[in-house]
């Protein structure tokens, strides 16, 4: 089975202070995701990395940054938190597009999520 | 540009009803993958299925199933005989390349399904 696993389910800061939120995966996926979920509006990407070292901006990177020191790890870090970013926060991996005539490409697997609130 | 639209916001249905989940994209692609998640109280996203733009035929799987038509850029989702295990948040997804040749995923809102006893 796929496992995608989350350092917290739960989490509370103060304003101002650095966050980190660990996503670790176990199936040697390329891709993996960082989404935060909020009422009404859905999953809205924040960043993503396609392989070590590598990222791209999703949606919403403001006020974020992410870190893939090694393939099954994928960081995002709030650099000053705010209280707008409260917020459940999920992490997905997936194998990259496959190649050929047809790419495929391939559904993601998601951690349980860590629920951040931030004072 | 990229789009996912789930207009239902929230169903309730009693249990052993019928229930269709709406799903209309847009996309500029002319090859695309199409995937349907549950998510239920516990919070973890399961994935349930991928549709490519392909292949049109409808999809069935025990009591779920699937209508993916390209005429009128929907691909909605049908559970039959509801049960109260169903209730849970339902997304559609869409495949999005990026410029850089990877690819990323466009999530439409969520549809909450309660499926009452």
């Known amino acids: 089975d796929v496992k995608v696993t989350q350092s917290s389910r739960y989490l509370v800061k103060r304003t101002g202070e650095k966050v980190f939120l660990e996503c670790v995966q176990d199936?040697?996926?390329?891709?993996m995701f960082w989404y935060r979920q909020d009422p009404g509006l859905g999953l809205r990407l924040i960043y993503f990395?396609?392989?070590?070292?590598?990222?791209e901006k999703g949606d919403i990177p403001e006020g974020y940054s992410v870190s893939r020191e090694k393939k099954e790890r994928f960081s995002l870090i709030l650099e000053s938190a705010s209280t707008n970013q409260t917020s459940m926060y999920l992490c997905?991996?997936?194998?990259?597009?496959?190649?050929?005539?047809?790419?495929?490409?391939?559904?993601?697997?998601f951690g349980p999520g860590t629920r951040l609130t931030v004072l | 540009a990229q789009k996912v639209t789930q207009a239902q916001t929230e169903i309730s249905v009693v249990e052993k009803e019928d229930v269709t989940l709406d799903c209309v994209y847009e996309t500029r692609d002319t090859t695309y993958y199409l995937f349907w998640y549950k998510q239920p109280p516990s919070g973890e996203l399961v994935f349930l299925i991928r549709?490519?733009?392909?292949?049109?035929q409808n999809e069935i799987s025990g009591r779920y199933s699937w209508n993916f038509q390209k005429s009128t850029s929907s691909f909605n989702f049908t559970i039959t005989a509801s049960q109260v295990v169903d209730s849970a948040v339902y997304f559609c997804?869409?495949?999005?390349?990026?410029?850089?040749?990877?690819?990323?995923?466009?999530f439409g809102t969520g549809t909450r399904l309660k499926v009452l006893a």
């Open positions: 990395s396609y392989d070590v070292k590598m990222k």
């Open positions: 549709r490519n733009s392909f292949d049109e």
């Open positions: 997905a991996s997936s194998l990259p597009r496959s190649g050929g005539g047809l790419k495929t490409y391939n559904e993601q697997f």
């Open positions: 997804a869409l495949s999005d390349p990026t410029t850089s040749g990877t690819y990323k995923y466009i």
């Open positions: 199936m040697d996926h390329e891709n």
